[in-house]
């Protein structure tokens, strides 16, 4: 079934960032008729090299072929011309219009003073539709089909050309099961067509159902690719960790306090189910799981930004009702949120404005804000963090990430919280500035907050957390301790498997 | 380096841009028109710009808060009418605190309609733009009101009283001013109304009440059209039903004029005067050399394309968009 020529191969590829090699001589084929599996933790290396192949950044090194022709992307339109497709995890349709429309956007099939030849769009639609075994035609308006039919639409988009390679990216996030079984399918039909398709999950199961070969990244290297038939997933995961871990040593233990906050049989729709845990004084708990697997919604939920559905939250053993941001930071709940552009800081405002935002209210002098106060409470968080800012005058947008989120925590620190959750803290920051932030946090918890961190990045919360919740599509997996935890149990958990 | 040459020009632009504005048109107009900066000209200048500026001073918070209030015309009419017709039915020790709740009671629906139910703010606006000409023209019945007994009032005070020398309608300009300066600048109120305006998600994420911001700077603007509506009532002893009409294009003007950008968090109420009093002595400066009258209108649009152009070209970095 395997045709012997490659229909991607990569040789050599290099990209460097300034004090980063986000990939270094990564080689590659991707034979036609082939579904190649491309694995690695996040920040190994994928999101690069994707990028590299859809023109986006330009390598600095090495060569990519086509069917055995070397291309230069200058950008994604371009790519797509050479017969490299991609199928993302986002969609980018235009729901208002038809499938057909959506199908050869910008390249509409004219007649003559410049009409639309409609005849033919629709035709030429019905066929690469017929193609894929979809149950909607052309003139179906994008935004009446289900997500995994929207799916279809993009693959169709992929086909207008005639490609040579065509990459999916995690392109089962927002799948039912039996929406998958048809994207599996219609992978399978253009495996058949000899194309070559590049696979990007990092759920174990679909790796083995779907896939021929498997390759690696780690760090930027490209390790090693095995036949998925003579792999297990324990072979992969160790591929995929591999380093010697300096970063990941046992927390240090200390004496633990008491149970700050409990939550029992917590659900919140369909975004997490039964999820119980408890965080004491002075422990960090961390939550490790894919994007989407409902940590996020969960931190949401403890801050008052999402009611529950079900369950309780007990502080300091007392059933609690956090029903707004407001009443959660009343209770002593605070939250560095996962985007800091969006969620954590006002851009346009300057650094002690946003560090004071919270406690506005209670930085009064009679019935003014206190200026005194707001600079005194400032300077104390900027010493105490190292923010480094010209003045509290700089207005936030223009710090470095790391300084911005120093300016976040700072906020939420001043506020003197008993349970501090944050969520992705070192996310699009600096190595310095993230180290510095991990340690403020072992600190933290080592001063007595009990302290809760959510993080795509395993070596993260191996480094600064006690105990490890690892959660797959709303479900708490399992809880790891510093005994049991090793970089296999987590990969697997969080990838849906339940431990023996 | 000229990159970075231009971006400080930009900054430089766009922080005293508006200054710079108003110095040059002062002296244009000062060399064409010996009259125009006589104290007499300068008086009636603040003097007819003081019901703009009551209005300008209320939107003001709504723009910064991330909103648009097109309704602040129709509303003055409204409580134009409203007062002078309860002038003669409750005497006007009444009808002053009654237009006053009516008129809140119009902004309250507009806060809860934007702030709590979360509706787009022009939609709601324009909509109450004309469902409150509607509610005015049914109240009067279409027709013009007038005090009957205009000697025998002391209602006349706010429009066309002085004290010490001063206008009445300038003081209450001033004094509102300085009031809802000090509340935006310098109180845990203002500070919420900036947070709201730049970033609401991030002002959530702080334990912010939005909706309650968003609902209290309409009720504010609302405060300011009421105190419009007095002055006008008074200053005219009566009034058409179209009083206010347009408005709310000249008042928003005057406040993007004076800095404030329109996507909210930015803006304030001495930069909001400042927009007011230029687009006053333009409007007089052109009748002084003597432009017609109507030709203000256009001058008007181009200053305020101007000022917008220049507000979104220090955000970008750039005099020109790109893509």
């Given at each position: 079934?395997?045709?012997?020529?490659?229909a991607?191969?990569?040789?050599?590829?290099?990209k460097?960032?300034?004090?980063?090699?986000?990939?270094?001589?990564?080689?590659l084929?991707?034979?036609?008729?082939?579904?190649?599996?491309?694995?690695?933790?996040?920040?190994?290396?994928?999101?690069?090299?994707?990028?590299?192949?859809?023109?986006?950044?330009?390598?600095?090194?090495?060569?990519?072929?086509?069917?055995?022709?070397?291309?230069?992307?200058?950008?994604?339109?371009?790519?797509?011309?050479?017969?490299?497709?991609?199928?993302?995890?986002?969609?980018?349709?235009?729901?208002?219009?038809?499938?057909?429309e959506?199908?050869?956007?910008?390249?509409?099939?004219?007649?003559?003073v410049?009409?639309?030849?409609?005849?033919?769009?629709?035709?030429?639609?019905?066929?690469?539709?017929?193609?894929?075994?979809?149950?909607?035609?052309?003139?179906?308006?994008?935004?009446?089909?289900?997500?995994?039919?929207?799916?279809?639409?993009?693959?169709?988009?992929?086909?207008?050309?005639?490609?040579?390679?065509?990459?999916?990216?995690?392109?089962?996030?927002?799948?039912?099961?039996?929406e998958?079984?048809?994207?599996?399918?219609?992978?399978?039909?253009?495996?058949?067509?000899?194309?070559?398709?590049?696979?990007?999950?990092?759920?174990?199961?679909?790796?083995?159902?779907?896939?021929?070969?498997?390759?690696?990244?780690?760090?930027?290297?490209?390790?090693?690719?095995?036949?998925?038939?003579?792999?297990?997933?324990e072979?992969?995961?160790?591929m995929?960790?591999?380093?010697?871990?300096?970063?990941?040593?046992?927390?240090?233990?200390?004496?633990?306090?008491?149970?700050?906050i409990?939550?029992?049989?917590?659900?919140?729709?369909?975004?997490f189910?039964?999820?119980?845990?408890?965080?004491?004084?002075g422990?960090?708990?961390?939550?490790?799981?894919?994007?989407?697997?409902?940590?996020?919604?969960?931190?949401?939920?403890?801050?008052?930004?999402?009611?529950?559905?079900?369950?309780?939250?007990?502080?300091?053993?007392?059933?609690?009702?956090?029903?707004s941001?407001?009443?959660?930071?009343?209770?002593?709940?605070?939250?560095?949120?996962?985007?800091?552009?969006?969620?954590?800081?006002?851009?346009?405002?300057?650094?002690?404005?946003n560090?004071?935002?919270?406690?506005?209210?209670?930085?009064?002098?009679?019935?003014?804000?206190?200026?005194?106060?707001?600079?005194?409470?400032?300077d104390?968080?900027?010493?105490?963090?190292?923010?480094?800012?010209?003045?509290?005058?700089?207005?936030?947008?223009?710090?470095?990430?790391?300084?911005?989120?120093?300016?976040?925590?700072?906020?939420?620190?001043?506020?003197?919280?008993k349970?501090?959750?944050?969520?992705?803290?070192?996310?699009?920051?600096?190595?310095?500035?993230?180290?510095?932030?991990?340690?403020?946090?072992?600190?933290?918890?080592?001063?007595?907050?009990?302290?809760?961190?959510?993080?795509?990045?395993?070596?993260?919360?191996?480094?600064?957390?006690?105990?490890?919740?690892?959660?797959?599509?709303?479900?708490?997996?399992?809880?790891?301790?510093?005994?049991?935890?090793?970089?296999?149990?987590?990969?697997?958990?969080?990838?849906?498997?339940?431990?023996? | 380096?000229?990159?970075?040459?231009?971006?400080?020009i930009?900054?430089?632009?766009?922080?005293?841009?508006?200054?710079?504005?108003?110095?040059?048109?002062?002296?244009?107009?000062?060399?064409?028109?010996?009259?125009?900066?006589?104290?007499?000209?300068?008086?009636?200048?603040?003097?007819?710009?003081?019901?703009?500026?009551?209005?300008?001073?209320?939107?003001?918070?709504v723009?910064?808060?991330?909103?648009?209030?097109?309704?602040?015309?129709?509303?003055?009419?409204?409580?134009?009418?409203?007062?002078?017709?309860?002038?003669?039915?409750?005497?006007?020790?009444?009808?002053?605190?009654?237009?006053?709740?009516?008129?809140?009671?119009?902004?309250?629906?507009?806060?809860?309609?934007?702030?709590?139910?979360?509706?787009?703010?022009?939609?709601?606006?324009?909509?109450?733009?004309?469902?409150i000409?509607?509610?005015?023209?049914?109240?009067?019945?279409g027709?013009?009101?007038?005090?009957?007994?205009?000697?025998?009032?002391?209602?006349?005070?706010?429009?066309?009283?002085?004290?010490?020398?001063?206008?009445?309608?300038?003081?209450?300009?001033?004094?509102?001013?300085?009031?809802?300066?000090?509340?935006?600048?310098?109180?845990?109120?203002?500070?919420?109304?900036?947070?709201?305006?730049?970033?609401?998600?991030?002002?959530?994420?702080?334990?912010?009440?939005?909706?309650?911001?968003?609902?209290?700077?309409?009720?504010?603007?609302?405060?300011?059209?009421?105190?419009?509506?007095?002055?006008?009532?008074?200053?005219?002893?009566?009034?058409?039903?179209?009083?206010?009409?347009?408005?709310?294009?000249?008042?928003?003007?005057?406040?993007?004029?004076?800095?404030?950008?329109?996507?909210?968090?930015?803006?304030?109420?001495?930069?909001?005067?400042?927009?007011?009093?230029?687009?006053?002595?333009?409007?007089?400066?052109?009748?002084?050399?003597?432009?017609?009258?109507?030709?203000?209108?256009?001058?008007?649009?181009?200053?305020?394309?101007l000022?917008?152009?220049?507000?979104?070209?220090?955000?970008?970095?750039?005099?020109?968009?790109?893509?």
């Amino acid at each position: 079934m395997t045709q012997s020529t490659p229909a991607l191969r990569l040789e050599g590829i290099v990209k460097e960032f300034p004090g980063v090699k986000a990939l270094d001589n990564v080689s590659l084929s991707v034979m036609a008729g082939e579904v190649h599996a491309l694995m690695g933790e996040n920040g190994a290396g994928k999101s690069t090299l994707m990028k590299v192949l859809g023109g986006i950044y330009q390598p600095d090194a090495g060569t990519i072929y086509v069917a055995e022709t070397p291309v230069v992307m200058s950008n994604p339109l371009d790519a797509k011309n050479k017969g490299i497709v991609f199928i993302h995890q986002e969609l980018s349709l235009a729901e208002e219009l038809s499938v057909a429309e959506n199908v050869y956007l910008g390249e509409l099939p004219r007649k003559s003073v410049g009409r639309v030849d409609w005849k033919t769009l629709y035709e030429k639609t019905d066929e690469i539709l017929r193609r894929l075994k979809v149950s909607f035609n052309a003139r179906t308006r994008v935004g009446d089909l289900s997500i995994a039919n929207q799916q279809m639409v993009e693959i169709a988009r992929a086909l207008t050309v005639d490609a040579k390679a065509v990459i999916f990216d995690e392109p089962t996030a927002s799948l039912t099961d039996a929406e998958k079984l048809v994207l599996f399918e219609v992978i399978d039909d253009l495996k058949s067509q000899g194309v070559g398709i590049v696979y990007i999950s990092h759920r174990m199961e679909e790796i083995f159902k779907i896939t021929d070969r498997v390759s690696v990244l780690r760090d930027g290297q490209y390790q090693d690719s095995v036949l998925t038939a003579d792999t297990s997933e324990e072979a992969i995961t160790r591929m995929m960790i591999g380093r010697n871990l300096d970063l990941s040593r046992a927390p240090v233990s200390h004496e633990l306090g008491e149970v700050a906050i409990e939550v029992k049989d917590l659900s919140c729709g369909a975004s997490f189910q039964n999820v119980s845990f408890k965080v004491r004084c002075g422990e960090v708990l961390g939550f490790y799981g894919l994007v989407g697997a409902g940590r996020t919604e969960i931190a949401e939920t403890l801050f008052g930004l999402r009611q529950p559905s079900s369950g309780t939250i007990l502080l300091d053993g007392k059933e609690t009702v956090i029903s707004s941001p407001a009443i959660a930071i009343r209770e002593g709940i605070s939250l560095v949120p996962e985007d800091r552009k969006t969620q954590g800081l006002v851009l346009g405002m300057n650094c002690r404005d946003n560090m004071t935002l919270p406690q506005i209210d209670d930085m009064k002098a009679g019935p003014f804000v206190s200026d005194g106060a707001e600079v005194a409470l400032f300077d104390l968080y900027r010493d105490r963090l190292d923010i480094r800012t010209p003045g509290w005058r700089q207005t936030v947008g223009n710090l470095s990430g790391g300084n911005q989120q120093k300016i976040v925590i700072g906020k939420w620190l001043s506020m003197h919280p008993k349970v501090l959750i944050v969520d992705e803290p070192t996310r699009g920051i600096d190595v310095g500035s993230k180290s510095e932030i991990h340690k403020l946090i072992r600190e933290l918890a080592a001063s007595g907050y009990a302290v809760i961190v959510i993080s795509s990045e395993m070596p993260e919360v191996l480094h600064v957390a006690d105990r490890i919740v690892a959660m797959y599509s709303g479900e708490i997996i399992k809880t790891f301790t510093s005994d049991d935890v090793t970089e296999d149990n987590l990969i697997q958990a969080i990838s849906g498997i339940k431990p023996k | 380096m000229a990159n970075l040459a231009r971006k400080r020009i930009l900054t430089v632009m766009g922080n005293q841009g508006i200054l710079i504005a108003f110095v040059v048109f002062m002296v244009i107009f000062a060399l064409a028109s010996p009259k125009f900066l006589s104290l007499d000209n300068l008086q009636s200048v603040v003097r007819s710009s003081a019901i703009l500026g009551v209005m300008a001073l209320g939107v003001t918070f709504v723009v910064i808060s991330g909103n648009l209030d097109l309704s602040v015309g129709s509303m003055m009419s409204f409580s134009t009418i409203v007062v002078l017709d309860l002038h003669d039915k409750l005497g006007p020790s009444l009808a002053i605190p009654t237009m006053y709740l009516m008129t809140l009671g119009l902004g309250g629906t507009i806060g809860f309609l934007v702030g709590y139910l979360r509706l787009n703010s022009l939609i709601v606006t324009l909509g109450m733009l004309s469902a409150i000409h509607g509610l005015t023209l049914t109240y009067s019945g279409g027709k013009n009101m007038d005090i009957d007994d205009k000697a025998g009032t002391w209602f006349s005070f706010f429009g066309q009283g002085e004290i010490l020398g001063l206008p009445v309608p300038i003081i209450l300009f001033v004094a509102l001013a300085a009031f809802l300066g000090v509340l935006l600048a310098k109180t845990p109120f203002g500070r919420k109304v900036y947070a709201v305006g730049g970033n609401s998600t991030a002002a959530s994420f702080s334990g912010i009440p939005r909706a309650r911001t968003v609902f209290t700077c309409y009720l504010i603007s609302a405060f300011c059209v009421a105190t419009a509506g007095l002055i006008q009532a008074s200053r005219s002893m009566g009034s058409q039903n179209t009083v206010g009409q347009g408005l709310e294009l000249e008042v928003l003007a005057a406040v993007i004029l004076g800095g404030a950008s329109l996507l909210g968090g930015s803006g304030t109420v001495l930069k909001t005067v400042i927009g007011v009093l230029i687009l006053g002595f333009i409007q007089n400066g052109l009748l002084l050399i003597g432009w017609p009258f109507y030709i203000q209108y256009v001058i008007t649009w181009i200053i305020i394309i101007l000022a917008v152009w220049l507000d979104i070209s220090v955000k970008r970095g750039k005099f020109w968009a790109t893509i």
